[in-house]
């Protein structure tokens, strides 16, 4: 098995990257290749070994080699668990953590070489005028700052009582609140892993997913919408001061001593009241 080692050093520019590393790729005619994932890598180096027809890999912590099979480990769910995996496709890009490149060279007896061309500095570099924050019906519905977390839950894609879903009124139902309220938005991971919610819901993304793989809001109050309240989800809620919750299950996982307070109530409706109330 052909191995070979690159260092990317210095600044670089993706649009110029992505075609000048494709080629060191061809150009190595090697079968694993192993590069340290500083920003610069892991920026370009996805799109160029799509670009060259290699697979890869990022954030590889360790190696190992058996004749033609290479064995690496890769940490998944936030570093909950350690993963081993080899790959029988060619070229195979392996980026490893910075820190353990020199480690893993030695032990797949490769000397890193820098990368050709790779320093040419960039002919054109972007730089900043300001930022320009989305506005309160824009983008930004995480806001750590507001007293309120609002979350909405997979219940709001589910078929409701009258056997459809209702996915434009739950968004609209939402985000009327969110406008309304001023509350920080958030999600369960149901939610924001569903293809459908993501199409209707263009206002969230996995930025809002709170609990165990999620953020850890924190915040004055909460209130929990078609969620159901698992234990992966709550963990995420463990400095929010009060909180209450809307489910339909009296028997839902906020009841179980995990809310101050649980609405046994359909959210449609209950929002739907509120954001009437709210003007
Ligand atoms: C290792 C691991 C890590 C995880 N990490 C996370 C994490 O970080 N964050 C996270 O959220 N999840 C996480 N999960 C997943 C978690 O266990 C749950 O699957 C997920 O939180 C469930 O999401 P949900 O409550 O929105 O959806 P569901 O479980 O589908 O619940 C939907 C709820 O909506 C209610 N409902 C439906 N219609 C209405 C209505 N009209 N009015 C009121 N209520 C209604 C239903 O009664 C139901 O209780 C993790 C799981 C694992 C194994």
Redesign the pocket.
């Known amino acids: 098995m052909k191995i070979v080692a690159f260092t990317i050093e210095g600044n670089g520019t993706y649009a110029l990257d992505v075609p000048r590393f494709a080629e060191a790729i061809k150009g190595a005619a090697a079968d694993l290749i192993l590069v340290a994932g500083n920003s610069r890598v892991k920026r370009a180096m996805p799109a160029a070994a799509l670009r060259a027809g290699a697979a890869i890999d990022t954030n590889v912590v360790d190696i190992a080699l058996d004749g033609d099979k290479a064995t690496v480990q890769r940490w998944a769910?936030r570093q909950?668990i350690l993963t081993a995996f080899t790959r029988t496709a060619r070229p195979w890009v392996v980026v490893t953590d910075p820190s353990l490149f020199a480690a893993l060279c030695e032990k797949a007896g490769v000397a890193p070489a820098a990368l050709p061309d790779a320093a040419a500095a960039a002919t054109t570099r972007t730089t900043c005028n300001g930022v320009v924050a989305a506005g309160n019906g824009g983008a930004s519905t995480i806001k750590p700052d507001s007293p309120l977390l609002f979350v909405?839950?997979?219940?709001?894609t589910?078929k409701?009582?009258d056997g459809a879903a209702h996915l434009d009124e739950a968004a609209a139902t939402i985000t009327g609140f969110l406008a309304k309220s001023g509350a920080s938005l958030g999600?369960?991971?149901?939610?924001?892993d569903m293809p459908e919610a993501a199409r209707a819901f263009s206002f969230m993304s996995h930025m809002n997913?709170?609990?165990?793989?999620?953020s850890t809001p924190r915040h004055a109050k909460g209130l929990s919408?078609?969620?159901?309240?698992?234990?992966?989800?709550v963990?995420?809620w463990r400095f929010i001061g009060e909180r209450r919750a809307?489910?339909?299950?009296a028997n839902?996982?906020w009841a179980q001593g995990k809310a101050d307070v649980l609405y046994v109530?359909?959210?449609?409706?209950?929002m739907k009241k509120v954001n009437e109330l709210l003007g």
């Open positions: 769910y909950r909405a839950g997979a219940g709001w589910k409701q009582a999600s369960s991971k149901s939610l924001v997913q709170v609990g165990q793989t999620g919408t078609c969620c159901h309240g698992e234990e992966p989800h963990v995420g809307v489910n339909l299950d839902c996982g109530a359909d959210a449609f409706a209950v």
